[in-house]
């Protein structure tokens, strides 16, 4: 099939939900993707942060196949040792007890947040006869799709045509602990945080707001929850996006999805074993809130998604992705700023995100960004990556990622804003 016939299949059949670029991918091998007419383009996008082991990596084709033969899916009715497994791996890389809930995806994952969040608000024994529900996210920040996502994210362009939205949820500036000290109420029961934020363009957080925000919420009882979709399980150069930034923290719940699976669709939430006095006076675990009836899914967990998931981990482990992740990572960000028209480079590993000078605006046409615009010639040019907001680009290379892929994308990347200059003139 041609690719004006694939996009005609779009047309008449697939919801107008994505804005595509003209691309339409066929195969994929290492960290690079060829097209229906057979070009080959360097993969720095990674499915936004999810193809950890890049393309077709033996690993998670032999957990595919393996697991497949023997049992794919079983509901949650019943035990698995892949889930058990799992879980166990999950909670050994957060160092802290606690217990994990299996969903699809990341916007499931922190569904499962905020409920568990608003369940603990209300089972808690408290002085007010009011439940807390309140949970103060940021502006700019990203927590998924849904209701509940886009209620809890700081960003206005995902909320337009689905008012009136979830009640409950306080955006307040990010990086600015003042404005949480001072936006903190008697309903307040929960901060949902990105350590490193993502969609909003890539911006970490500081040292001193993570810890502020913990001691924050000590102070008035409140669950620090981390949303580590895009920025967890190894890609900052820790296996917590939170430990490149302030290892010492210890939160309270915390989301994942992306790479978790490796390109296998998965989405886990992490929930701390923490003692808290219910109403009736009894002792509970907060990892224990959500009880048979209050949570489900039913494809969350499946031993087939899980032994794909431990596939993975397992090779990130054995292969020193992490590792490379930060070393890689430090490399590129170096030799970006050195590179004329990016304006500044932020993130963690290989989270990274290049800001376009000012200068970029004037490519803007009215209906693409700045930043899709270059975006667009980065594609022409044989080089992937994700637009992050007017000005920033994202470059989210797989973990399996060499320096001489890197080395070819920063002379792309080059060669590229060199020629987008000159025609600006």
């Known amino acids: 099939m041609s690719h004006p016939e694939t996009k005609q299949l779009f047309a008449e059949y697939v919801a107008p939900t994505y804005g595509r670029y003209d691309l339409v991918l066929e195969r994929g091998e290492g960290v690079r993707v060829w097209d229906e007419r057979g070009k080959c383009y360097l993969d720095f996008g990674a499915g936004i942060a999810v193809s950890a082991l ?37 909670v050994e ?25 608003k369940k603990y608000g209300n089972d808690e024994k408290r002085k007010s006869a009011t439940a807390r529900f309140e949970i103060i996210t940021f502006e700019q920040s ?4 849904t209701m509940a996502g886009i209620s809890a994210t700081g960003q206005e362009k995902v909320k337009l045509g689905f008012a ?24 307040t029961v929960a901060i949902l945080v990105e350590p490193i934020q993502g969609e909003g363009g890539i911006n970490p957080a500081t040292p001193e707001f993570l810890t502020g925000l913990r001691r924050l919420c000590d102070q008035h009882g409140l669950l620090l929850m981390f949303d580590e979709i895009q920025c967890g399980l190894g890609r900052t150069g820790n296996w917590c996006g939170w430990k490149t930034v302030a290892p010492e923290v210890v939160p309270d719940a915390v989301s994942w999805a992306k790479a978790i699976g490796g390109g ?10 923490k003692s808290f006095t219910r109403q009736d006076g009894s002792e509970w675990q907060l990892c224990d809130v959500l009880q048979p009836g209050n949570h489900a899914t039913t494809y969350g967990g499946t031993p087939l998604a899980c032994s ?69 010639k980065l594609m ?6 994700v637009p992050a907001g007017p000005r920033v680009i994202r470059l989210l290379p797989p973990l399996i990622v060499e320096e001489e892929h890197v080395q070819q994308a ?16």
Do not use: C
């Open 93 to 117: 890389i957060v160092g802290t007890p606690g217990k994990v809930f299996f969903a699809n995806s990341g916007a499931e994952a922190n569904e499962a947040l905020i409920k568990l969040a």
């Open 264 to 273: 296998f669709p998965l989405g886990a939430a992490w929930f701390r074993a």
């Open 410 to 425: 920063l002379e792309i990347i080059q060669l590229t804003l060199r020629s987008l200059l000159s025609s600006i003139g």
């Open 380 to 385: 022409e040019n044989g080089l992937l990556t």
């Open 308 to 376: 794909v998931s431990l596939a993975v981990l397992d090779t990130v482990l054995s292969n020193g992705l992490v590792e490379k992740s930060a070393s890689l990572g430090a490399f590129l960000v170096n030799e970006l700023a050195a590179i004329p028209g990016i304006s500044a480079v932020r993130g963690k590993g290989l989270l990274i995100g290049m800001e376009l000078d000012s200068q970029f605006d004037n490519l803007s046409d009215g209906k693409r960004l700045p930043s899709q615009v270059v975006v667009n």
């Open 164 to 187: 009136p939205l979830l009640p409950g949820f306080r955006h307040l500036p990010f990086n600015d602990l003042g404005a949480v000290e001072r936006g903190i109420s008697e309903e």
């Open 142 to 145: 990203f927590h998924g799709r």
């Open 54 to 90: 890049g393309h077709g990596h033996p690993a998670i084709v032999e957990a595919l196949s393996r697991q497949g033969r023997r049992l794919i899916h079983t509901s949650n009715l019943y035990f698995t040792r892949p889930q058990g497994e799992l879980a166990k791996r999950l």
